[in-house]
């Protein structure tokens, strides 16, 4: 893989964008965005102009890595590679069960959003799962997730282990224990009683604070 090819994937990322999203906008076919990203290929004449202009970057930026425009931000400034475990996901119903991450790669997230965790020193990315948080984020999602943010805020998302399976819900507390929520209006509400807790392996692994659309690969 090439530098050209490392910024068509980093940018195409940040911007939210599938492979075959990014064709559409191009006018071209679903692989040859691939073979950019692949470093089989590069984008010439009027294609890389096009793709310059989705990216709002010249076309200086996706050849070199510099922009000719005085005062244009370079990418690295605009994003921050975490790590991200691939074969890790957090799932609705009674949860996915993980074995141990061995794919570990790293995933783009605008700095600005960064930014707003004040301990971003345990950020890491995983994929959802199934489609219980529906419409806030769909099945192949993916999810950035502060270790460091542990304590429950009332309806914000958490990634959970429950028995060794990760969920991702919004949490509630109320007397009775804890309600466990969705999105998606097909999925009720659970409610783990605080009495459960003694025979049941519950952590909050962290929360939620930023999620993109699903990777095309």
């Known amino acids: 893989m090439n530098n050209i090819s490392i910024r068509i994937k980093k940018k195409r990322k940040l911007l ?3 492979q075959a999203e990014l064709a559409r906008s191009l006018n071209v ?3 040859a965005v691939s073979g950019w990203e692949r470093g089989l290929s590069q984008p010439r004449g009027k294609q890389l102009t096009a793709l310059a202009s989705v ?13 000719k425009k005085h005062g ?11 790590p991200f475990f691939e074969d890790v996901n957090a799932a609705a119903g009674d949860g ?9 790669s790293v995933y ?6 960064i930014n707003t965790q004040t301990d971003n020193n345990a950020i890491f990315c995983i994929k959802a799962l199934g489609d219980s948080m529906e419409p806030m984020f769909s099945d192949g999602s993916i999810l950035a997730v502060n270790a460091n943010k542990k304590s429950i805020v009332d309806g914000r998302v958490y990634i959970l282990r429950m028995n060794d399976r990760l969920r991702v819900k919004s949490i ?36 939620v604070f930023w999620y993109s659309s699903k990777i095309n690969n």
């Open 16 to 18: 939210g964008l599938t």
């Open 29 to 31: 076919k679903p692989q």
């Open 55 to 67: 990216f709002s970057v010249d076309k200086s930026w996706l050849l070199y890595g510099e922009s």
């Open 72 to 82: 244009e931000q370079c990418c690295s400034k605009l994003i921050a590679l975490v």
């Open 96 to 104: 996915f069960f993980n074995c141990e991450a061995n794919k570990q």
């Open 108 to 113: 783009p997230i605008p700095i600005n959003i």
């Open 172 to 207: 509630r507390e109320n007397q009775f224990g804890l309600i466990l929520s969705s999105y998606n209006s097909d999925y009720k509400d659970e409610v783990i009683e605080w009495s459960s807790f003694s025979s049941l392996s519950f952590d909050v692994i962290g929360e």
